[in-house]
């Protein structure tokens, strides 16, 4: 009897042992694969899309740069007949900066910024440099008014006279505004060229003019870049 119990206890220790194998020996089931998250692509540039309608943004072209300081427009503004006067229309600095580059280039000329129009007489060739300064007005004991009226009557006496006027415009975009362009535009309609720092024609104002009255313009850079221009137009 006893025997028979052992026989059965030993029989269930190794059929338990073989289940324990038999569990350990088969494969993990597997867990199912998570699909791959798929990124959204990143949105195309703005310069990619294609807006229905739109158009490139149109600006003004600018003609100078630091390898190409000055280019001249509707023909070149060649050797200008003496002798050659220097003034101002709106008593900006400007004028001062014309006055030390034609000392530089050694012309012969006469300057007076504040000249009236009996003053030119003899003259062949005004150049004026034009642009609004409250400040330099204000030194000059002049208001805007008094300038506009001496600078009319000034322009009238080289039409009258046959004296070639140069406008200089050359301040730059600084020299633009209200009172600026009011001056400017005076000088304008009496030149027969134009000098000036490109900077100041982004609305395309002064090139436009030159085109409409076939008169050559001459743009430049920088101030400095006047130098070579002012240079031909004083047969240096």
């Known amino acids: 009897m006893k025997k028979n119990k052992l026989i059965s206890v030993l029989l269930l220790v190794i059929m338990t042992f073989s289940i324990v194998l038999t569990g350990c020996s088969s494969e993990p089931t597997e867990a199912p694969a998570t699909p791959p998250v798929e990124t959204p692509s990143e949105p195309e540039s703005s310069s990619e899309i294609e807006t229905p309608g739109a158009e490139e943004p149109s600006g003004e072209v600018h003609h100078t740069s630091k390898e190409t300081p000055y280019v ?66 204000g030194a000059a004991g002049i208001s805007a008014d008094d300038e506009k009226a001496r600078s009319s009557e000034l322009l009238e006496y080289c039409k009258e006279n046959d004296i070639t006027v140069i406008m200089a415009h050359i301040g730059g975009v600084s020299r633009r505004g209200q009172l600026s362009d009011e001056f400017t535009d005076m000088v304008l309609e009496y030149s027969s060229g134009i000098i000036m720092v490109e900077d100041g024609n982004d609305d395309g104002k002064f090139t436009d003019f030159a085109s409409e009255k076939n008169i050559p313009i001459t743009l430049v850079n920088t101030i400095a870049d006047c130098i070579e221009p002012i240079k031909t137009m004083v047969g240096k």
């Open 72 to 137: 001249t427009l509707n023909g070149e503004i060649s050797k200008l007949e003496s002798p050659y006067y220097l003034t101002s229309v709106g008593q900006s600095a400007d004028v001062s900066m014309l006055d030390a580059l034609l000392k530089k280039v050694e012309a012969e000329y006469t300057y007076d910024a504040v000249a009236k129009a009996d003053d030119l007489s003899g003259a062949k060739t005004v150049i004026i440099a034009t642009g609004a300064s409250s400040k330099g007005l």
